[in-house]
């Protein structure tokens, strides 16, 4: 059974920096597209980044670009998002997302979610 369990969200002040991580298990992900989104109260789910598992191919939304990094361990199973200079508009519940979408960027293709972990930037 396919699990993905999100960590590392809290409560940070505005130009700070936290690492989610993703824990993925159940399958071999190595062919798989690890995809981050993000969605705030009354706002519509939204892509942050995507890359393959095997890496090569990594994508950001435009409002993250320079301040998130997405990458993984393949040791851990683990996928990261690393994101700096955090601002209140990043406030959001945080999704690890795994499949084989044609578009990494819609939400809607993808197979595997976790549950999600809170991220709150405010001073």
């Known amino acids: 059974q396919v699990q993905l369990v999100e960590s590392g969200g809290g409560l940070v002040q505005p130009g700070e920096s936290l690492t989610l991580s993703c824990a993925a298990s159940g399958r071999t992900f190595s062919t798989y597209t690890m995809g981050w989104f993000r969605q705030a109260p009354g706002k519509e789910r939204e892509f942050v980044a995507h890359?393959?598992?095997?890496?090569?191919?990594?994508v950001y939304a435009d409002f993250v670009k320079g301040r998130f990094t997405i990458s993984r361990d393949n040791a851990k199973n683990t996928v990261y998002l690393q994101m700096n200079s955090l601002k209140r508009e990043d406030t959001a519940v945080y999704y690890c997302?795994?499949?084989?979408?044609?578009?990494?960027?819609?939400?809607?293709?993808?197979?595997?979610w976790g549950q999600g972990t809170q991220v709150t930037v405010s001073s």
């Open positions: 997302a795994a499949g084989f979408p044609s578009r990494g960027s819609r939400w809607s293709e993808y197979d595997y």
């Open positions: 890359m393959r598992w095997s890496g090569g191919v990594l």
